[in-house]
């Protein structure tokens, strides 16, 4: 939908502005070279109308999702691609004369044409016509995730849940649920759904293959919902994913041309911006000397790609402490210098990692490296998650791609406050490393440059916030103590032995000899007493 918009916005603006200067000028007294150079001048507006209407969330419909909202940013947004235009044709077409006349009229139609098509599209995802009908298919956790993400899209319905398994407290809203999967066909005549997600946790003798492919023969869309909440959040259903999601799942592919582009991107940008940015990162030097006291730089160990371990480069933004702290912003907002704080909310503190990626640690996107000191902390979290019914041993894989200045989870989460935001943040990397290619490393980068330029940040509902708001902290070593205080407490469900020997296992191999000593399976060392 929002392909479609920026497609057709951007051809209006064109069309509005290359007619309307022909309509007001006297081609008898225009010269061709002037006259050539009006596809230019409406193209140059076209394309920072679509930049600053991106940049300003005009194509998020669940920020801007009335159009009273889209008149409130229009101004602003439009003002912005104005004056970014015309520095742009200064550049590229000194030669070229604006008369006011055409500018106006030029102005005022694209600003009309404009709220026309968004008035249009507004009441398009309003009309019953394009109302999407999602009838979800399990009554399980992720069908209340997906319940929630699709109530937030103007577009989309939820009309009903359908499964057999109810508790006393469902986990979806009771007047959601329309009956059991032995009537999935009748409930489908009645409701006529356009789409149907399948939620079901556990399919084995439950999912109701005919009454499916009847629909789908029937014209109705039939999805998985863990394709569909990735699709919706970017991210990756940790808790309900399975196994053989992964294994027969047709992406988590490496092409070789991804890879290189990546790598080669990551080394032009790097030797250019340490170029470009020499004057600049001497006066962050400078400005941190004067403001605290302690070193320039902070490094640190971190896990990089297959585990392998390198020392990372950051300016500092804390003051020094003599005893370690938890790794939490609520445990070191204070720390947080005045330089730092400016430095955290552009981004300017990870400047220096240009020198990771040319001495090949890291990328220039990529999930962004755990420190070395605190890998014991999230085999903890891994094992505890587990034991609460979710597969968090998908944690090692991170380590199969190289680390990055920037990442998925960075432009699409805030920081981390405590070990559940953690683990959603690894939800988004988990999302990156499935489905990496090329586009999506742009896109990082896009999102990245907005984040640099107007200090947004993204919160877990998705919309923006400022950076500033958000005390972010450097990773530093955590105790026993601090750890232990922030797990949630596994009393509710005990693992079988078989559960917890996996997770021990699984987390066993990602760990170093030394530490992997000892996390062995009983289970295994009975197993090859019997045998």
Not at 80 to 99: E, T
Not at 145 to 162: D, F, T, Y
Not at 455 to 474: F, L, W
Request: charged share 20%; aromatic share 10%.
């Amino acid at each position: 939908m929002m392909l479609i918009l920026l497609f057709i916005e951007m051809c209006s603006i064109f069309t509005a502005i290359y007619a309307t200067t022909i309509m007001w000028a006297d081609l008898s007294a225009v010269s061709p070279i002037e006259m050539a150079n009006w596809p230019a001048q409406a193209l140059a507006l076209s394309l920072c109308c679509g930049v600053t209407f991106y940049y300003n969330d005009l194509y998020d419909f669940r920020t801007v999702r009335s159009f009273p909202q889209f008149l409130s940013r229009l101004p602003g947004s439009f003002g912005a691609a104005v004056v970014l235009a015309g520095s742009l044709l200064y550049v590229l077409l000194p030669q070229a004369q604006f008369s006011a006349g055409p500018v106006v009229a030029s102005f005022l139609t694209t600003a009309g044409l404009l709220l026309l098509i968004r008035a249009a599209s507004y009441g398009v995802m309003k009309s019953r016509l394009f109302l999407d009908r999602v009838l979800i298919l399990g009554a399980t956790p992720l069908a209340q995730s997906l319940i929630a993400e699709l109530e937030a899209r103007q577009h989309c319905k939820v009309i009903g849940v359908v499964d057999d398994v109810l508790s006393s407290d469902p986990v979806v809203p009771r007047h959601l649920l329309l009956g059991s999967r032995r009537h999935l066909r009748h409930i489908i005549e009645e409701v006529r759904p356009s789409r149907i997600v399948a939620a079901l946790t556990e399919r084995r003798g439950r999912l109701p293959v005919n009454d499916l492919l009847e629909s789908r023969v029937n014209g109705i869309v039939v999805e998985d919902g863990i394709e569909v909440y990735e699709r919706l959040t970017g991210k990756l259903a940790i808790e309900s994913l399975m196994p053989s999601n992964l294994i027969f799942s047709r992406d988590f592919r490496k092409f070789r041309l991804d890879l290189a582009f990546g790598r080669t991107i990551s080394l032009l940008v790097s030797i250019i911006g340490l170029v470009l940015c020499a004057p600049l990162l001497g006066l962050i030097a400078l400005a941190i000397k004067l403001d605290s006291t302690g070193p320039v730089f902070f490094v640190q160990e971190r896990v990089g790609k297959g585990g392998r371990r390198f020392q990372l480069i950051k300016f500092r933004t804390m003051h020094l402490v003599s005893s370690h702290r938890s790794e939490w912003a609520k445990d070191n907002g204070d720390r947080i210098t005045r330089v730092g704080r400016w430095l955290r909310k552009f981004r300017l503190d990870e400047l220096p990692q240009f020198v990771n990626i040319l001495r090949g640690d890291m990328n220039l996107v990529g999930p962004r490296p755990h420190p070395a000191s605190n890998f014991e902390l999230f085999v903890l979290v891994s094992r505890n998650a587990s034991e609460s019914g979710a597969p968090i041993p998908y944690y090692s894989f991170r380590s199969m791609v190289r680390p990055g200045i920037t990442g998925w989870a960075q432009v699409r989460y805030r920081y981390a406050n405590d070990l559940e935001e953690e683990i959603e943040k690894l939800c988004y990397d988990l999302y990156y490393i499935k489905y990496l290619s090329i586009w999506l490393d742009l896109r990082i980068l896009f999102e990245t440059v907005k984040i640099v330029f107007l200090g947004h940040e993204m919160r877990e509902d998705g919309a923006r916030t400022i950076a500033a708001d958000t005390k972010a902290v450097n990773h530093q070593a955590t105790s026993t103590d601090s750890v232990q205080a922030d797990l949630p407490t596994p009393s509710r469900w005990q693992p079988s032995p078989q559960n917890r020997c996996a997770v021990e296992t699984a987390w066993a191999e990602t760990l170093p000899l030394t530490q992997a000593h000892g996390h062995g399976c009983r289970l295994d060392a009975a197993a090859s007493k019997e045998s």
